[in-house]
């Protein structure tokens, strides 16, 4: 059965990074495009970037020259690299096939 588990998600002040990782099992990687997405408490899950088969990657306004996704295809890992982290960041964050599966997400919070 195919899986997505998310890491490295956590509490971080503003201003600091973290890196989330996805690793998929059972499946060949590389033809997918994947996401990371995120849902803040109260509010609709969000496309925060997205990285299409062929390598081309799309970002939320909100988070253009702060996170920066990429894959690792013989790790069967996608990552999402976020930097200068804001308060309006904190959300639970979610990797995403683009044929439908889900991982169970990983909590960011930003706070001091």
């Known amino acids: 059965q195919v899986q997505l588990v998310e890491s490295g998600g956590g509490l971080v002040q503003p201003g600091g990074s973290l890196r989330l990782s996805c690793a998929a099992s059972?499946?060949?990687?590389?033809?997918?495009?994947m996401g990371w997405y995120r849902q803040a408490p109260g509010k609709q899950r969000e496309l925060v970037a997205a990285?299409?088969?062929?390598?081309?990657?799309n970002y939320a306004d909100s988070v253009k020259g702060r996170f920066t996704i990429s894959r690792d295809n013989a790790k069967n890992t996608v990552y999402l690299q976020m930097n200068s982290l804001k308060p309006e960041d904190t959300a639970v964050y979610y990797c995403?096939?683009?044929?439908?599966?889900w991982g169970q997400g990983t909590q960011v919070t930003v706070s001091s």
């Open positions: 059972g499946s060949i990687f590389s033809i997918y495009s």
């Open positions: 995403h096939r683009f044929d439908g599966l």
């Open positions: 990285l299409i088969s062929g390598g081309r990657a």
